[in-house]
């Protein structure tokens, strides 16, 4: 459960007032980047009222600049950073844009083009983290009874499989289809984590530990 979800919870069920609550429970953000507020509400105007947006769209990945007309979808919260999923018409297929990536943002007449959410979640969705798609390959990995007591209790992938070994070692499997953020999320685990499959994530992460680069690797896959 989200923390929205657990402050509403504790906001329907208990006799306490807003102010209480806010004073007794604090909520901590970590590489947060803020979307510029007015952009976030054109995007989601437009996404409810089923318009397309035309957007000047800076992208991090790249360091290019582009205008884009887009078709919102789906507006997605994901480790502390809002992302418009869309159709892109000038790249003629589904992307997803980081809201505060947009430049400008303008609601036009045309009608929003609509795509199914099965699509969407295939496309989108099917692999690991904010870098998704449909999935290429599964990782396997194995992590130490130690490090299981916290792991297993994560949600790495809607569509994970797991188990305790007899030894207390966790084994997850998840798919993917880009293997950046992954791979971040895998060494910040050190040697707690062993990579079982496929041999080439093993043989990246293996070597961004070896070469003490995992830290700064980590920091751009989660602050892309």
Known sequence: MCSSDLLRALLESADHSFEEIQRRVRILHMGRRAAPPKFFEIAANALLNRRQMQITYYARATNETTDRSVSPQRLICYRESWYLDAWCHTRDGLRSFAVDGIREAHILDTAAKEIADRRLDEDLAGGYGIFSGRAKAWAKLKFTPARARWVAA????????????????????????????????????GAEVEVLAPKELDRKSTRLNSSHGYISYAVFCLKK
């Open 154 to 189: 994560e949600e790495w992938h809607p569509k994970q499989r797991a188990h305790i070994e007899e030894d207390g070692a966790y084994v997850l499997e998840l798919p993917y289809s880009d293997d950046r953020e992954l791979i971040g999320d895998i060494l910040r685990h």
